[in-house]
Nanobody, 124 residues
Framework: QVQLVESGGGLVQAGGSLRLSCAASERTLSSYAMGWFRQRPGKEREFVATISRSGGNTYYADSVKGRFTISRDNVKNTGYLQMNSLKPEDTAVYYC?????????????????WGQGTQVTVSS
């Protein structure tokens, strides 16, 4: 069974940094585009960042642009989300996902496999 496992979440003060990782049990990341989404309490899951299969193209939500960086290591079948200058409004459960194709995607419906999520809490 395909599994995506996020790690790296935690509690951090505003202005701090965290690096999330997403490891796959099979070649579900290295063969496809991937993305990061987040879900805040009482809100729908929202797009954060996406990266093409090759890693040559990235795209971010306006709310995180300039602060977050998505990357991937296809040899390790692992994806990353570096989060800097964190704000209290970044508090959410963060999910990584593997897309249906090789190109960047921003819609949750365009992703096939999902991790279980990792909690990020930013205190003010």
């Amino acid at each position: 069974q395909v599994q995506l496992v996020e790690s790296g979440g935690g509690l951090v003060q505003a202005g701090g940094s965290l690096r999330l990782s997403c490891a796959a049990s099979e070649r579900t990341l290295s063969s496809y585009a991937m993305g990061w989404f987040r879900q805040r309490p009482g809100k729908e899951r929202e797009f954060v960042a996406t990266i093409s299969r090759s890693g040559g193209n990235t795209y971010y939500a306006d709310s995180v642009k300039g602060r977050f960086t998505i990357s991937r290591d296809n040899v390790k079948n692992t994806g990353y989300l570096q989060m800097n200058s964190l704000k209290p409004e970044d508090t959410a459960v963060y999910y990584c996902a593997s897309a249906f194709g090789i190109y960047m995607r921003t819609n949750v419906r365009e992703y096939r496999y999902w991790g279980q999520g990792t909690q990020v809490t930013v205190s003010s």
